[in-house]
């Protein structure tokens, strides 16, 4: 498998679980998962994250809304460590696009992580308007298009295509729901895939024996109704 596994965690223990495994590349996360770990200081959290992950890449995401203090808060994300991609989301809550604050981030030589991306105009935009050179990822939320009923693959193809050539920019499946996601992220040339705990220890389903895996299924179900002392 040529894709790299990112895994999105909500809280340092969580980084400590997984930092250490080869197959884990990256780590990921936003403010949404940092608020259900628990974190109460935001600046404090993303020290101590970088910090655990060495090395390993790791995406902070700002937390403004306001462009000019997105800017703000993206040099000082990016000054925390050297392994920091700081995640700018794809426009702010009132639909302003952020792809020239992209562009200029990657001028001062910020490593950034595009998020939240749904549509392909939003990469044409952000490729139209990037001038510099630097390190971006582009994270698709293919998860989410699925939950629409729209399948994704074609979307992910037609982006992976648009940056041919330019190995500085990497194409990221974001918010898998299933390992079957794992698989097509990697045939169709992806990246990254990022992935929480939960989908990260299904992992080792992959390739397994679907006979074996019906007669556990069965077992399980047999098991259960014992314990539970079912009768008719």
């Not at 808060?73 to 952020?98: D, G, Y």
């Not at 992580?113 to 939320?141: H, R």
């Amino acid at each position: 498998m040529n894709l790299d596994v990112f895994v999105d965690v909500m809280n340092l223990d969580q980084i400590t679980e997984y930092i250490s495994e080869s197959w884990i590349k990256g780590v990921t996360t936003n403010p949404t998962l940092i608020k259900k770990g628990g974190a109460l200081n935001y600046l404090e959290f993303a020290k101590n994250a970088a910090e655990l992950c060495d090395e390993v890449p790791i995406s902070l995401e700002v937390i403004a809304d306001d462009i000019e203090e997105m800017y703000r808060q993206a040099l000082i994300l990016s000054s925390l460590r050297k392994n920091i991609f700081v995640k700018i989301p794809i426009t702010n809550t009132q639909s302003q696009n952020t792809d020239l604050l992209i562009e200029k981030l990657i001028s001062k030589g910020v490593r950034i992580n595009v998020t939240a991306i749904m549509t392909e105009a939003q990469v044409d935009l952000i490729l139209k308007s990037l001038i510099s050179s630097g390190e971006l990822i582009l994270s698709v939320f293919a998860g989410r298009i699925a939950d629409t009923g729209v399948d994704p693959i074609p979307l992910m193809k037609r982006i992976k295509e648009k940056i041919s050539g330019r190995p500085e920019i990497k194409l990221l499946w974001a918010s898998p729901r299933e390992i079957l996601n794992v698989i097509q992220a990697d045939e169709i040339g992806c990246d990254i895939i990022t992935a929480t705990p939960e989908i990260l220890q299904k992992m080792n389903l992959i390739g397994k024996n679907l006979t074996e895996f019906s007669l556990e299924t069965v077992k399980m179900f047999r098991k259960d109704a014992l314990d539970a002392g079912y009768n008719f």
